[in-house]
């Protein structure tokens, strides 16, 4: 238990499972309000159930209206928001010439719009409040591309290019915004691979094995607090070095 986040109200996407419930519990054990958001609703009881100090809400990032009751509710009760961590992504793989047309749109809906419907909903409280931290959820596969993920690394090099574009909108109002590009991560989302990809995945890293969610959430805890105060629209490789 710390106080690095003491009193801050933090909304995090995709917060049930994976990664964002891992910094859902690291921003509580910090001293965070944390609004667990997610579309998945079971998900999400069972995720405030296991969070101090959370309250959930069934969010679609891809739906304006759902995001927007979440955020009236949150500054009814609490009068601020001072994180937002857009974390909420899939995956829908394919080779480029194999990709359907459903694939590439369902991703672009949820990495990339999801990540502006969010932050253009929630930044007015923060320029109202002239403070705020928003970390966003890119890639390595953001930055070096990947065999299969057409849709989705160019989701990744896009929500670098949001942070780099909003850094330099909303720096001057006080507002940092900053990304982070896990390498493989332990989660739901990488078990859909392979297991030979996997296994050549942990022998390419330095570090040789997967990442796990928690190590992540410590990358969005520095990110998201004080400590990271001066810096702004960096894209922070977490990944064991792979790319190296
Ligand atoms: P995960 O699949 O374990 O969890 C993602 C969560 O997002 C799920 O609870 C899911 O219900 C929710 N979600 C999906 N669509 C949603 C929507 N439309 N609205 C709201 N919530 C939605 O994934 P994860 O591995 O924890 O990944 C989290 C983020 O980190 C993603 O953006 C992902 O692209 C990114 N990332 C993950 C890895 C990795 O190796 N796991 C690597 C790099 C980046």
């Not at 942070?163 to 989302?189: D, H, Q, S, Y």
Request: charged share 20%; with cysteine.
């Amino acid at each position: 238990m710390g106080n690095r986040l003491k009193d801050k109200v933090a909304i995090i996407t995709g917060a049930a499972k994976g990664i964002g419930f891992a910094t859902a519990q690291r921003f509580a054990q910090e001293g965070a309000k944390v609004i667990i958001t997610d579309i998945n609703q079971e998900a999400v009881i069972e995720a405030v159930a296991q969070t101090p100090n959370a309250e959930g809400f069934t969010m679609n990032v891809m739906d304006r209206a759902s995001i927007q009751a979440a955020i009236d509710q949150v500054m009814q009760k609490h009068g601020r928001i001072d994180i937002l961590i857009n974390n909420a992504g899939i995956t829908q793989d394919a080779r480029l010439i194999k990709m359907t047309e459903a694939q590439f749109d369902a991703v672009i809906d949820v990495n990339l719009k999801g990540v502006f419907n969010c932050t253009q909903l929630v930044v007015p409280h923060m320029l109202e409040a002239k403070s705020g931290a928003v970390v966003n959820a890119s890639s390595v596969v953001g930055i070096y591309g990947n065999f299969g993920q057409t849709n989705y690394s160019a989701t990744k090099f896009g929500v670098i290019g949001f942070t780099k574009t909003w850094a330099r909108e909303l720096g001057p109002k006080g507002i940092r915004v900053n990304a982070v590009c896990p390498g493989f991560i332990a989660t739901e989302m990488v078990k859909t691979m392979p297991e030979k990809i996997l296994q050549d995945i942990k022998r390419r890293s330095w570090l040789g094995r997967l990442g796990a969610p928690a190590e992540m959430a410590n990358v969005y805890l520095f990110l998201a607090s004080d400590e990271a105060s001066y810096i702004n629209g960096v894209a922070l490789e977490a990944s064991g070095g792979i790319s190296l």
